[in-house]
């Protein structure tokens, strides 16, 4: 195991150096509306606060057996019995989770993660207590083999997309990686403040965090490409990034290859910040595993950029850091780690193994 990691870390270095990271992958954009005008510069004429909120929402499948998919498992006849009953169970405690987060003022924007396809949306959106509010979806289905995606929610009230891209990251350096495509869009808050979001869930830690670490850079360097072409664009663009990354921040592929800073080194040549370095200072986490004991990481992180963070376009991070949301109702009582919905084969009727981290966002408007 480690000869073949030292091979495939010495293989990765010579690709970055001999190509300069340049993918060959393909890009699904949709135009959602026209072309964002030109704005003046903001003011500072401020709108209500608005929620970011992003979740694993641990193997959120549909029960009906997809063909082309390796979903069989979670099917009422599967190892792991997943019935119409326990879906519903599920997708209900989503819908409340969702309103629980916005104490009092419903999100304006939910990347989600491990969802199976857009059934499972428009149920989430259609037959739970979310059916109230005027969410929209943005989905389409990627190229992992057990068919779960990365999607966004957005409250059409409040923010419009104006185009959205699906990257893949399959393939590349590891032609037999087929994982989740980056969710990739550009929109506007109340009509007035733009802003690119993108939505990640990186390869897995499947056969320890060393072995895999390579397919996690690879795709740490085509997001960092992505959000280089937004600065060559606009030096002071608005830019939200959140996912499950499966590292920490404090890791390489996010710390160098993507150059996610700590807020508290303030510089004017960092562009990005990673919100969720005040909890991984303190070895909290979103996400936790029990063996002979308990070990938190920091999976789930919001990152923005420059221009968020001080305000200088239109949008400001409302404190200096992001937050965990970690309500009684989503921990297991005996340990205080998320109440998970199996334990190997054991249905325990939890909502996820990963807890919801969110931010707020101060929107000032253009006149």
């Not at 929402?57 to 549909?62: G, K, M, Q, R």
Request: negative net charge; charged residues 25%; contains cysteine.
């Amino acid at each position: 195991m480690l000869k073949n990691l030292i091979y495939q870390i010495l293989l990765f270095g010579f690709y970055w150096y001999c190509t300069g990271f340049q993918y060959q992958y393909d890009i699904n954009i949709s135009i959602v509306t026209g072309e964002d005008e030109e704005r003046p510069p903001p003011v500072n004429t401020t709108l209500p606060s608005e929620r970011i909120v992003f979740y694993n929402t641990e193997n959120l499948f549909h029960p009906s057996d997809d063909s082309i998919k390796a979903d069989e498992d979670f099917t009422p006849d599967g190892p792991y019995h997943w019935t119409y009953k326990r879906y519903y169970e599920k997708i209900n405690k989503l819908g409340k989770l969702i309103v629980a987060i916005g104490e009092g003022r419903m999100p304006a924007i939910i990347g989600l993660c491990e969802v199976e396809n857009r059934i499972v949306l428009k149920d989430i959106l259609n037959k739970t207590i979310l059916k109230r509010y005027s969410y929209k979806i943005i989905h389409k289905e990627s190229p992992d083999l057990r068919g779960i995606d990365v999607a966004l929610l957005y409250d059409a009230a409040k923010f419009l997309p104006l185009k959205y891209e699906f990257l893949d990251v399959s393939g590349g350096f590891f032609p037999e990686m087929k994982t989740r495509d980056i969710l990739h869009v550009e929109g506007l808050f109340h009509d007035s403040a733009h802003c690119h979001i993108f939505v990640n869930h990186w390869p897995s830690r499947r056969g320890g965090q060393m072995a895999s670490e390579a397919k996690r850079l690879a795709v740490a360097a085509m997001l960092n490409q992505y959000v280089d072409s937004c600065f060559i664009q606009d030096n002071c663009s608005n830019i939200i990034i959140m996912g499950d990354f499966n590292d920490e921040p404090g890791d390489h592929s996010l710390s160098h290859i993507l150059g996610a800073e700590d807020p508290i080194h303030m510089v004017d040549s960092i562009m990005l910040y990673n919100l969720m370095y005040p909890y991984f200072r303190k070895g909290e986490g979103t996400h936790f595993r029990i063996n002979n004991f308990r070990e938190a990481a920091i999976l789930d992180q919001i990152i923005v950029s420059k221009a968020v963070l001080f305000g200088k376009n239109g949008i400001k991070l409302k404190d200096d850091h992001a937050r965990i949301y970690r309500n009684e109702f989503l921990l297991d009582k005996k340990n205080g780690i998320p109440l998970r919905t199996f334990q190997g084969l054991k249905y325990l009727g939890g909502f996820s193994d990963h807890l919801p981290v969110y931010t707020d966002i101060q929107i000032i408007s253009s006149l």
